[in-house]
């Protein structure tokens, strides 16, 4: 069962089809926050695609996609280190572009579990740091 949950929000002026486009993309803009990112396998993304996130410091995280709503939902699992996060980026029209939305369950393992709530704190801030820097890049 997870253990807390973190959510953060963005709105970016673009619409739905570009943010969802540009998500199914990581491989191609999420180098510009880690050292690599490989796409597995190749092709066009879809449900089982994972992004495998390298930060140049022999450490990997992964995200696997699980789920495709186009232009609406990208539901995820993943592994980062001694979390075992499972979300989603919800995509919402507003007048003028997108709300883009994170909601991840961290779900730590093991001892970690204690420390849950400042997991939560740490996931929001960089959720929402993550989030500004997607809305930059959408928008460029």
Known sequence: M???????????A???EDVFAFLLDLDKYGKERVESVVKEPEGPTS???????????????????????PN?????????????????FIIEPTEGGSRLTIRVA?????????????????GSRTWAKRLAQIKAAIER
């Open 106 to 122: 961290p779900n730590p393992v093991g001892a970690l579990k204690v420390a849950s709530p400042v997991i939560n704190l740490v």
């Open 2 to 12: 997870p253990v807390g949950r973190v959510e953060s929000t963005v709105t970016v």
């Open 47 to 69: 449900a089982g695609t994972v992004f495998r996130f390298g930060n140049g410091k022999g450490r990997e995280t992964t995200m696997r996609f699980t789920s495709l709503e």
């Open 72 to 88: 609406r939902k990208i539901e995820f699992d993943g592994d980062v280190g001694p979390l075992k996060p499972v979300g989603a």
């Open 14 to 16: 673009r619409p739905p």
